[in-house]
């Protein structure tokens, strides 16, 4: 049975309701996940701190997060050994990005015949699918495909989704605000689609109920709705105004099918209505995949003209890895993003990241070498004492972090993929 959160409802709108200590709300700590995925490899010696221990300098891919220094542990030294080919031949990217939270061997098919393994998000989304309205979020940057060859005989399933609901069972991730927005507030209804149409506002629907609430509420309580609506009618905003410019039909448009076009301000607007599911305990599990695995999308608004994968083939050419910098940088600068919208956020005196453990990281060392060692991993946030570069045993499998993650936040799972034992985070 769910525990379903206050809503106000009204002429076919339904609007969750942030946390408000007035309405005589169960204040508690409410542990979330927030999973992050980047491709095609990172530039490691702009990764990696310096020395192990104390994290005196963040390296300069991680210089967007000098606000958080004291929230981020920097983790090298973990493997996925199921992304390697173990036989199978080539599809490292395929392999890379459909292990990357299963540590399961995926069966090579390009068909319908597809086979992983349950995830660590999905493994999450099961124990909260009782008590909030969706067990998880899947979201991306990038449409991607479910069909099709697009890795040396492995499914573009495989290339395009890191959650998995079972073995058979991947889990597209939705790259559309709108419909995002859609599902956390309307839904496919009449009523949804008569607002979106007309381009009326789901605040209009609740005006008369949010006027009489905020007569129930205390001043802190109105002020914190007031954000929330206010919060609520800006992403409305910036949704509309991205629908509403002309869209050139170019081969990158057709590629990406991004919504809106320019990565950065997707990623945002993405990342805002994380912030709305997460503030309004509609989900407590998020994954957001920056970019698919092999995508080649290019970067014009940070100088970078070529495509990503392409440049992360890079033959040890000194202009190309510094390419490669900048991307790894900008999708930090993403992700850094998501800790200020989550930190913005209050709740029971504290911000929604004091109490969410994100994690960010790749399937594949370097993109020249499709390394599934050493692998580039942060983790942050609630819970965690943070400023540390922590060192591994070489080959220590990345499962044992996403158990560990899930111990964090009270979710006691059996071991999974190839995960062993719990790794101190300290």
Not at 40 to 54: A, I
Not at 191 to 200: N, P, V
Request: aromatic residues 6%.
């Amino acid at each position: 049975m769910i525990n379903r959160r206050k809503f106000i409802v009204g002429s076919g709108s339904l609007l969750g309701l942030p946390l408000l200590e007035s309405l005589g709300d169960i204040i508690e700590n409410k542990k979330r996940l927030v999973f992050v995925f980047s491709p095609n490899g990172m530039n490691m010696n702009s990764w990696t701190p310096k020395d192990v221990g104390v994290l005196n300098e963040l390296p300069p891919t991680l210089q967007p997060f000098n606000n958080y220094k004291d929230k981020i542990l920097i983790l090298s030294g973990l493997a996925q050994t199921k992304a390697r080919a173990n036989g199978d031949g080539g599809g490292d990217h395929a392999r890379s990005m459909s292990t990357y939270l299963t540590g399961v061997q995926i069966k090579k098919t390009d068909g319908k015949n597809i086979s992983g393994g349950i995830s660590a998000d999905q493994i999450a989304a099961k124990h909260y699918r009782s008590i909030t309205r969706f067990g998880s979020l899947e979201l991306g940057c990038e449409s991607g495909k479910q069909s099709g060859n697009c890795d040396s005989g492995y499914s573009c399933a495989y290339s395009s989704t890191i959650s998995w609901n079972s073995a058979t069972s991947p889990l597209p991730k939705d790259n559309n605000p709108r419909s995002i927005f859609e599902r956390i507030y309307g839904g496919n209804t009449p009523e949804s689609k008569e607002r979106i149409l007309y381009k009326k506002s789901i605040l209009d629907g609740v005006s008369r109920e949010v006027d009489l609430l905020n007569k129930d509420l205390s001043g802190s309580d109105k002020r914190k709705l007031e954000e929330y609506i206010n919060s609520v009618r800006d992403i409305e905003r910036r949704i509309e105004m991205e629908e509403s410019k002309p869209k050139e039909l170019s081969g990158q448009r057709e590629l990406y099918s991004d919504i809106p076009e320019f990565f950065d301000d997707h990623c945002k607007i993405l990342i805002d209505l994380i912030g709305l599911a997460l503030l309004t305990d509609s989900t407590r599990v998020v994954s957001l995949v920056l970019a698919d695995e092999g995508s080649n999308r290019p970067y014009p608004k940070i100088e970078v003209k070529e495509g990503h994968h392409e440049l992360s083939h890079h033959g040890n050419d000194i202009i190309k890895q510094e390419s490669i910098a900048k991307i790894n940088k900008h999708h930090s600068e993403q992700v850094a993003y998501l800790f200020d919208k989550l930190n913005s956020l209050q709740h029971n005196g504290s911000s929604i990241l004091d109490d969410t453990i994100i994690s960010y990281g790749c399937g594949i060392e370097d993109g020249n070498s499709h390394a599934h060692h050493n692998l580039p991993i942060m983790v942050g946030g609630g819970g965690l004492t943070g400023g540390k570069h922590i060192l591994y045993p070489n080959e220590t499998p990345l499962n044992n972090l996403w158990l560990s993650l899930l111990n964090s936040v009270n979710i006691k799972s059996d071991p999974f993929g190839d995960s062993s034992f719990l790794l101190s985070l300290a």
